[in-house]
């Protein structure tokens, strides 16, 4: 059984997870619909650690977790707020 460590929930089952993809920069507003394209619908795809949305479904919280895409390790998880006040978003 894999475990998420959660900021909210403690260490859980990441069957109650789910993830929404890569943290990136919003374009401003008044960017070019190619710029808002490639934001909405491209990924990077790398190879190795990636900071992600996750989702705990039952309690719907979101967080930021980092993760290496090519060992599945869950490496470190943020409150929102806690990533806010590195810089980070």
Do not use: Q
Request: hydrophobic letters at 45%.
């Amino acid at each position: 059984m894999k475990i998420m460590p959660c900021p909210l929930n403690g260490p859980r089952n990441i069957t109650e997870f789910a993830c929404h993809g890569a943290v990136k920069a919003m374009p401003a507003p008044d960017a070019s619909a190619e710029a808002w394209a490639d934001y909405a619908f491209l990924e990077d795809n790398i190879a190795g650690p990636v900071v992600e949305w996750w989702f705990h479904i039952p309690t719907a919280y979101w967080f930021i977790a980092e993760r290496d895409t090519l060992t599945d390790e869950i490496i470190r998880t943020w409150t929102v707020d806690a990533f806010r006040g590195e810089g980070r978003l």
